[in-house]
């Protein structure tokens, strides 16, 4: 912005202004990060050192020990993700098939429908369930949790399946069924291999939300669910900053890794369609 | 289009149901239902008759608290769209390839981060002790008597901005993308400067995309518990944080579905804004 609004400065100092707001830029993304890492090799740090006295891999030892908390709530994460991914996408694709590729009344209306769960804030929703679940006996179960992660997750998996369907070229179905093939091999041989990645990437973001997913796990799965967010926090809470930032950063990679390869998923093709 | 499954579209629209209805039962029954049950334990008295003595009771005990939330997240969701026009507008402005391709490699960090872990991370770096603080008084900027925490209402904005900016930039960026160049060049051409580009002919077009992302983080960061829990649990907190406070210490969920309501109500302030400004934009057009 700075660089933006001074063009009639000398060329010489734009350059270095250009530098130093960069500069501020990635410590504003990168510092509370750097720190994260630090506290993570941190044996002793206190205040008012700038560092910290003493680095080592002590709480990594503590936190990767066979019967650990934590593999166990990384197990627990890991498993409520998959289950949530699968009951997601074994609903959300025939959906979005119904969406992206027939005629519907109501379309647009049940596309926004689909929409509700991140337009509208989550947390009355948890609340109720957790009312509801307690009472069935769901409450602290991992099919519990995993209802609710995928109520959630729906919503991303039903709008990017739809858009991928939508952005297979529907003159090679008809090539194929026009060559005799039945509607279902038509399906599963050329409209489900083209619209793969599309379904992959919807695949991936609903793991990722299910994994990182707090405020739902916080009121249904207490208290016998302790999945890897809930761990950390309680980390945190209990002022153990090593352990808590050691969750964190198994939370980030992930999180980093998929920031990083998400274009690759999500083609333009698909994206353009996207709510169409 | 033509349907492949049948070419008939009466056979059509039974089939497109029957594909649909699984997915529309999970939504109904896990998320509509438990939101209407909301509106109904809000309302209702112990002996089953209709009250509006929890939202007193609400009002009474947590009127600062709404005010409290309210202004962190407008204030944040007003600088999540600066922020975000500023770095879109650079992305697309910017004369300098390399400065423009730093810049789009670094804002996306935060993209997939969670809130819990902002929080986490948010908790150690604007602590007193924090590396915020020593970085500063490395520097010369501030006397090392003077560090403070920044772990109240600042720290809640900050982690919201830091996490949720990269999402509202990605959308807006790839809207100015797709505007026409030669609006753009022919504005340059006249000798307009970036920035009244950027205001008087980007920026209108990029309306309802900058909307629909500003409104969708207003919305979520009002859902957000943990980054509150971890950041500024004590009074004046979020709204949030009461809810789980009344469930985990009281199990009253009849006062948490009353500051649930009020909470959505909120956030329907938020939709109107949207759609207010999105007719707006349909009559000028």
């Known amino acids: ?276 | 289009m033509k349907s492949i499954a049948t070419r008939d579209p009466i056979a059509d629209r039974w089939v497109g149901l029957a594909l649909l209805a699984p997915a529309l039962a999970v939504i109904l029954v896990f998320f509509v239902a438990p939101l209407a049950m909301s509106a109904v334990v809000a309302f209702r008295r112990k002996d089953g008759g209709l009250t509006l003595e929890h939202f007193a009771k609400s009002f009474d005990l947590y009127t600062t608290d709404l005010l409290f939330t309210l202004a962190i997240v407008l204030a944040s969701t007003i600088l999540i769209g600066l922020v975000a026009i500023a770095i879109a507008g650079y992305l697309t402005l910017g004369e300098n390839p390399r400065a423009v391709a730093i810049l789009r490699w670094l804002y996306r960090w935060p993209l997939f981060i969670p809130f819990v872990v902002a929080g986490q991370v948010m908790r150690t770096f604007l602590a007193k002790n924090g590396m915020l603080n020593h970085v500063l008084i490395g520097t010369g900027l501030i006397e090392p008597l003077s560090a403070q925490s920044l772990l109240d209402w600042r720290g809640i904005v900050i982690a919201f901005v830091w996490k949720q900016a990269p999402f509202v930039t990605l959308l807006l960026a790839g809207a100015m993308a797709s505007i026409e160049t030669q609006h753009i060049e022919a504005a340059r051409n006249l000798g307009a400067r970036r920035l009244r580009v950027l205001i008087d002919i980007i920026l209108p077009q990029v309306r309802g995309t900058l909307l629909v992302g500003l409104v969708l983080s207003f919305v979520t960061m009002l859902s957000v518990l943990s980054v509150p829990l971890m950041i500024n649990p004590n009074s004046p907190t979020m709204m949030t944080v009461d809810v789980a406070y009344r469930i985990n210490t009281f199990g009253d969920y009849a006062v948490a579905n009353a500051l649930c309501l009020l909470s959505l109500i909120l956030a329907a302030g938020g939709a109107w804004f949207y759609l207010h400004h999105a007719v707006e934009k349909v009559e000028h057009a």
């Open chain 1, 1 to 276: 912005m700075t660089a933006l609004s001074l063009p009639a400065l000398p060329p010489p100092l734009r350059t270095v202004l250009r530098a130093i707001v960069l500069a501020l830029f990635a410590f504003a993304i990168f510092g509370p990060l750097l720190n994260l890492l630090l506290w993570a090799f941190a044996e002793r740090w206190y205040f008012p050192n700038k560092l910290p006295l003493e680095f080592g891999l002590t709480f990594w030892y503590r936190v990767f020990q066979p019967r650990g908390n934590a593999l166990a709530s990384l197990g627990t994460s890991v498993w409520i993700a998959v289950l949530t991914v699968a009951l997601s996408l074994a609903v959300a694709v025939p959906a979005g098939y119904a969406l992206g590729r027939l005629k519907l009344p109501w379309r647009s209306a049940i596309l926004l429908l689909f929409l509700l769960p991140q337009a509208v804030p989550n947390l009355p929703v948890y609340v109720n369930i957790a009312q509801v679940f307690y009472q069935i006996g769901l409450n602290g179960t991992i099919l519990g949790v995993v209802l609710v992660h995928a109520s959630h997750g729906l919503v991303l998996a039903v709008w990017i399946a739809s858009a991928a369907f939508a952005s297979v070229d529907v003159s090679l179905e008809e090539a194929s069924r026009n060559l005799g093939a039945s509607p279902w091999t038509c399906f599963r041989t050329v409209t489900l291999p083209l619209a793969a990645p599309g379904l992959i990437a919807s695949a991936i973001f609903v793991f990722l939300e299910s994994l990182d997913e707090f405020t739902g796990t916080y009121f249904v799965g207490v208290p016998d669910v302790t999945t890897l967010p809930l761990l950390m926090f309680n980390a945190s809470m209990g002022g153990n900053y090593q352990i808590a930032s050691i969750t964190a950063l198994l939370l980030l990679i992930p999180s980093i890794g998929f920031m990083l390869v998400v274009e690759r998923f999500l083609k333009a093709d698909v994206l353009a369609m996207v709510g169409r």
